[in-house]
């Protein structure tokens, strides 16, 4: 199984990226999807998870109401809308995944995932 993200970039403050991430070795739309962000010097925080089907969700409250995720299963890819964006949104993102299909209360446990996507960088600054 690999796991690829992709879409990052520079943005102004208040700005818009979507990042996607692309599975190969795996249906991405049978299991739970979690994107992490992991920012210079801190330790890798869950950002949001989606369940299969789109069952349930869970956010990180400081991402709530700017970011959101949804899945374009013709391609079976997730993509991670980010709006309104702060300087603290800047970190490397990764999709992560295991073999559950929904989302739980340790959604954001690093060690709750097996499979984990090379990131890609986002960073917020004018």
């Known amino acids: 199984v690999q796991l690829q993200a992709s879409g990052g970039g520079l943005v102004q403050p208040g700005g818009s990226l979507r990042l996607s991430c692309a599975a190969s070795?795996?249906?991405?739309?049978?299991?739970?999807i979690t994107w992490f962000r992991q920012a210079p010097g801190k330790e890798r925080e869950g950002v949001l998870c989606?369940?299969?089907?789109?069952?349930?969700?869970y956010y990180a409250d400081s991402v709530k109401g700017r970011f959101t995720i949804s899945r374009e299963n013709a391609k079976d890819m997730i993509h991670l809308q980010l709006n309104s964006l702060k300087p603290e949104d800047t970190a490397v993102y990764y999709c992560?995944?295991?073999?559950?299909?929904?989302?739980?209360?340790?959604?954001?446990?690093?060690?709750?995932?097996?499979?984990w996507g090379r990131g890609t960088e986002v960073t917020v600054s004018s």
């Open positions: 989606i369940g299969s089907g789109d069952v349930n969700a």
């Open positions: 992560a995944a295991d073999s559950w299909q929904f989302c739980n209360t340790d959604w954001d446990q690093v060690s709750m995932y097996q499979y």
């Open positions: 070795g795996y249906t991405l739309d049978d299991y739970a």
